[in-house]
């Protein structure tokens, strides 16, 4: 049976299960190039259906993730396309009318030069009535039933959670009644967190849903508040929150506190909160930036352990599988692993909405065919790859044939003995990595030791902020001399964090947080990704080094690179670039002496 899940809205994707089994994911962003791109994959689709000799259109079924969608998500493209600067002339010009003095607007009117119907790959024109969920969903039916020329009576669409809490347990590989799944994210089918249990027969049971956990609104306006880009640049406000001292916080802490709070197992507001982003700011301005960040990152840490410790304790469970756009808060995450209540917890990849056509194919499996079936998702390389065709062009491509030459093919231990020269390598192989983390088919590698090596990746390739850590790749037999994990957790997916070793501070000091020592670590197995594994190794055998530096290949503000096309034109054409190796499928460039 193969299912076709798609979502269609903030970070858009596409996923193909068969019998079961996740064998294909990809993410709009890295065919369009705008990140967390918005609306119907096309790009996405079309890749999917060169892959499948009969296209797309013999599916069994299609499920779209997220009932209702607002028709401004698709008019303007508001999170993938907004600045800084436009969301609070959003802010200035319709939330705070409409909020706090109670006006009725349209947002389109007030918004209007934003608006644009070619943004869309749906016909946007024809909608009569644009505030009418029901005629906005048969539009969004109707119309990929078309593109992918199958029956609308083969699409049905899937509740957002119910999305993400699918995708958190099937694709983990927890199984049984004594698991805990938890969603918390921004908001989706005006929910933004849930709990669900299994049944002894496998499915899941809901437990709890609201609307009232507002963490991750919370968080996504203060990032707005710090001047960062909100639903994007979240990441850099938990990893600033590590610096503040503890005398700064107390202050923020408590307007942090005076919003939401855990009672039993629900949430509950303090005060009734209009406009958060105007009540955050009346409260928080001139405090100091570090200290609102690191109050937010505690706040969300109580707010997160105090109710999954609760509901742990009411269900009896003791195993907990994570999903939603706050599950990207990887010190939470460790915080939640560490409470005496959970002897495991797995973190999904892409635990944001890219993940939610995942999701959604599964629940059209479970409603099928029962959730026997459905098998976890042991890799993230379900994203798309490239031909060798393909590569053989950008070789021919004078940013690469001119300045670079073929130093070995098919040979860790030149990657290898590159690493240990101090250079940056950067690695396009195989098939990409769906979500947000690199996962060293699509990375810059670097040696892990060399905390010179940050300053070349933040000022001449990433662009980065100066607080924000690296992280690492490590062999998984070697997660013991890292990494201080009592309970044994998983982690292929850089998506929880752990306290580290004095081994880990001496061979990994690049690829841990510079302030409090914490580390993001991917464990690498050769039975997952060999030709990343087999690079480690060699550097472990020179070095007695058993990991490496990865972060993103790409540069700021722009999607992971898919192609080696890519790869030289946005990255090898930046004029801030200076790479001295490429890995390119088996072959290792390198750049030619005089070559800058």
């Known amino acids: 049976m193969r299912i076709l899940g798609i979502h269609d809205g903030h970070g858009a994707s596409a996923a193909i299960l068969e019998d079961g089994e996740l064998v294909r994911a990809y993410e709009e962003e890295r065919f369009t190039r705008l990140k967390a791109d918005t609306g119907f994959p096309k790009r996405a689709l079309t890749a999917l259906q060169g892959e499948f000799s009969s296209g797309l259109r013999d599916v069994d079924h299609v499920a779209i993730a997220t009932v209702n969608h607002d028709f401004s998500l698709f008019a303007t493209k508001r999170y993938p396309l907004f600045s800084v600067g436009d969301f609070l002339e959003e802010e200035r010009r319709y939330w705070i009318p409409k909020l706090i003095e109670g006006r009725e607007l349209d947002y389109l009117e007030v918004m209007k030069e934003y608006v644009d119907f070619s943004l869309s790959h749906y016909p946007l024109a024809s909608v009569r009535n644009r505030g009418d969920y029901e005629e906005i969903r048969a539009l969004r039916r109707d119309f990929t039933a078309a593109f992918l020329g199958v029956s609308p009576d083969r699409i049905s669409f899937v509740d957002h959670h119910t999305c993400h809490a699918h995708h958190a347990y099937y694709s983990s590989p927890l199984r049984g009644t004594d698991v805990l799944v938890v969603t918390i994210d921004g908001a989706g089918d005006g929910l933004n967190a849930t709990i669900h249990t299994v049944d002894g027969d496998g499915r899941l049971r809901s437990q709890y849903r609201t609307g009232l956990c507002n963490l991750g609104r919370i968080y996504s306006f203060v990032t707005l508040l710090l001047g960062m880009k909100p639903s994007e640049h979240e990441y850099k406000v938990m990893g600033l929150a590590a610096y503040t001292k503890e005398k700064y916080i107390q202050a923020p802490l408590e307007v942090f506190r005076s919003t939401y709070y855990v009672d039993g197992l629900e949430f509950k507001a303090r005060q009734p909160i209009r406009n958060h982003y105007q009540f955050l700011r009346a409260r928080l301005e001139g405090q100091r930036f570090d200290a609102i960040a690191g109050a937010l990152q505690q706040y969300a840490e109580e707010l997160i352990t105090t109710w999954i410790g609760n ?31 959970v002897d495991d917890l797995f973190v999904c990849p892409g635990g944001g909405n890219e993940s939610i056509s995942i999701g959604a194919a599964q629940v059209a499996h479970v409603e099928r065919a029962g959730p026997g079936g459905l098998r976890p998702m042991r890799s993230a390389y379900h994203n798309g790859g490239f031909t060798e065709a393909e590569a053989q062009a950008a070789f021919e491509r004078p940013a690469l044939k001119d300045d670079y030459e073929v130093v070995a093919d098919g040979n860790p231990d030149a990657v290898a003995e590159a690493l240990d020269g101090g250079n940056v390598v950067a690695v396009c192989v195989g098939r990409s990595e769906f979500g ?25 390739i990433k662009s980065r902020d100066f607080w924000m850590p690296f992280t690492p790749s490590i062999l998984r037999e070697r997660a013991d001399d890292y990494l201080i994990n009592p309970k044994k957790l998983r982690a292929p997916f850089m998506t929880v964090t752990f306290e580290t070793t004095e081994l880990a501070r001496q061979h990994l000091a690049a690829a841990i947080h510079d302030y409090d020592k914490t580390i993001r670590p991917q464990l690498v197995e050769r039975e997952i990704s060999p030709e990343y594994y087999d690079v480690i190794k060699a550097f472990e055998r020179r070095t007695g080094v058993g990991g490496v530096l990865n972060t993103s290949l790409n540069i700021h503000g722009k999607p992971i690179v898919r192609t080696p096309m890519e790869l030289i034109d946005e990255v090898l054409s930046n004029a801030n670039v200076n790479l001295p190796y490429l890995l390119i499928g088996p072959r290792l460039f390198r750049r030619r002496a005089g070559r800058s």
């Open 311 to 341: 509901w742990l304790r009411h269900t009896g469970t003791r195993r907990v599988a994570l999903s939603g756009g706050v599950a990207l808060n990887v010190k939470a995450n460790m915080k939640v692993a560490e409470l005496p209540e």
């Open 436 to 460: 947000p983390r690199a996962l060293g088919h699509r990375s810059l590698i670097a040696d892990p030791r060399s905390r010179a090596v940050v300053r070349v990746l933040n000022e001449a």
